[in-house]
């Protein structure tokens, strides 16, 4: 018996093609399969839906040869006619184009799909699913075609003359019985919080018969809240095993971007090559030799590498927080935003000050658990004098707080009109973070040299989350103090968008 024919080894030449991880796909049902009849429809019909690389709002989309051989691998038929595949993981960098491909695979399954199909965008949360589904239904408002035949509902596109429906779904997988897909996109799959909704989905398939689940990701944690491998890591370490022959499951297709090796070093144009086959075309090569200057080197090896790495690591590199000291107080009377973190006990409680005008930090106040002294408590009535005199000593635009102690607090202040307000502790403070130390590299902050801060900043580190990378001790009961480093970011993500007219940053979090 002669040897099969792989679809990789036809595609070899294709720029961007084969990715590191690709499992096995027989060129003829890859040649049989739907993949071009989709990929065309992609060309045909959609359109781009913002200016970027790739292209201005509204012309066409022009698939990557990579795109198109990835659709044509997914997309295979096995020699009975039938889909080769019920599962596809697609793991590629960030900004090469996956919330476009997605949703034009998503409309292409809506329109070529069978009579009373049902399509599906799904993900972590519901506003990650409407990434996808969002992009899908600007592409039909953006066609004449396209809104000519589809419907369009707030969170559903109806084609009205087959009955088929798309529609968007979050994880409360609980309330997705009785649906019946024939075709779901899982965007971000690192980002399931575990594998329920997954799972529902998968089941719901049975009474379809050429059902097909497609994940299209960047890799994120490998472990999940019970502590096990979580989803999307789950289903990447299954691929690989399927693409060395480890284990025979032709129904299972990966294709996986990502440097050949897993220590390349992730600041050289060759590695950011293998793991974005749009590198410098549509991302900038500008774009990562910024974002690799100021992004921690876990962070950009996961979402810029495309990588599984250790998910803890200090958040700011030797020397990087002593270079931004200039031992200066900020001037009374200054515009500026006041940050509070803390606790009762055990813990610290911190007040930070932010320069608007220059985005300079000082430590207005911090009161910290004494190491020899059992019992303590901050004294609530103290910590309440020293805000108030905050707000007489400066001109306080914003004083933001972690809603989740001290509320009364600051309800009272609130009542009193004194301008407080919370700042969510979840996606806004991951953000935030992320801002504050791109802000830091950038040189574009400086603070006093206070001692406690810049330990506080010192003993922070950075984990990896479904989310992005979150600020954090180092063990959840550890006696090292990160409440001023947290009062940094929040002080800095108020202070840094006040000078916007609209404060876009902080105010899409309301």
Not at 195 to 201: G, S
Not at 336 to 342: E, I, S, Y
Not at 410 to 426: K, S, W
Not at 479 to 493: Q, S
Request: aromatic fraction near 8%; charged fraction near 25%.
């Amino acid at each position: 018996m002669g040897a099969i024919v792989t679809a990789a080894h036809e595609a070899s030449l294709t720029p961007g093609w084969p990715p590191r991880w690709l499992t096995t796909v027989p060129s003829q049902d890859v040649n049989s399969g739907d993949g071009d009849l989709f990929a065309d429809f992609i060309q045909d019909m959609c359109r781009v839906t913002k200016d970027s690389v790739a292209g201005p709002a509204g012309s066409p989309i022009r698939l990557r040869p990579w795109q198109r051989e990835a659709v044509r691998n997914v997309f295979a038929r096995r020699p009975d006619g039938r889909y080769r595949h019920r599962t596809a993981l697609v793991g590629v960098a960030r900004k090469n184009g996956k919330s476009a491909l997605g949703a034009g695979i998503g409309l292409a399954g809506l329109v070529l799909g069978p009579h009373g199909g049902e399509v599906y965008s799904a993900a972590g949360d519901r506003e990650q699913a409407r990434i996808v589904f969002g992009t899908a239904r600007r592409m039909v408002e953006l066609d004449p075609d396209l809104s000519s035949v589809l419907k369009l509902y707030r969170d559903a596109i109806e084609m009205t003359n087959t009955g088929s429906v798309y529609k968007v779904l979050s994880a409360e997988a609980y309330t997705k019985e009785g649906l019946n897909p024939t075709l779901t996109l899982f965007d971000e799959v690192h980002v399931q919080p575990n594998r329920e909704l997954w799972d529902v989905l998968a089941l719901a398939m049975g009474a379809r018969s050429e059902p097909l689940m497609i994940g299209i990701t960047t890799a994120g944690v490998r472990t999940d809240s019970t502590g096990q491998d979580s989803l999307c890591y789950g289903l990447y370490e299954h691929g690989k095993r399927v693409c060395s022959g480890e284990v025979d499951d032709p129904t299972f297709f990966m294709a996986w971007w990502e440097p050949v090796s897993q220590d390349a070093d992730h600041r050289v144009p060759g590695t950011w090559l293998e793991a974005n086959p749009g590198y410098d075309d549509i991302v900038s090569a500008e774009d990562f030799e910024a974002s690799a200057l100021r992004t921690p080197e876990n962070e950009f090896r996961t979402k810029r590498c495309n990588q599984w790495v250790a998910t803890q690591q200090a958040w700011f590199e030797t020397g990087l927080w002593d270079s931004l000291a200039d031992h200066r107080p900020v001037p009374d009377g200054a515009d500026v935003v006041l940050a509070f973190d803390g606790s009762f006990s055990g813990d610290s409680t911190g007040l930070t000050v932010h320069d608007v005008s220059d985005l300079h930090i000082d430590v207005v106040a911090c009161w910290e658990k004494p190491h020899d002294v059992e019992g303590w408590r901050v004294n609530p009535d103290e910590v309440e004098t020293v805000i108030r005199a905050a707000f007489t000593r400066w001109r306080v635009r914003h004083c933001v707080y972690d809603p989740r102690i001290w509320q009364q607090l600051f309800e009272r202040l609130a009542a009193e009109g004194y301008p407080v307000e919370a700042m969510p502790q979840g996606l806004a403070m991951i953000q935030a973070a992320q801002r504050f130390y791109d802000a830091a590299k950038d040189h574009k902050l400086t603070h006093s040299g206070h001692p406690a801060l810049a330990r506080h900043v010192g003993n922070a580190v950075i984990k990896a989350t479904p989310q992005g990378w979150r600020v954090q001790k180092e063990t959840a009961n550890s006696p090292r103090k990160i409440d001023l480093a947290i009062c940094g970011v929040m002080g800095h993500a108020y202070a840094a968008a006040l000078p916007e007219p609209e404060q876009q940053f902080f105010a899409s979090w309301r």
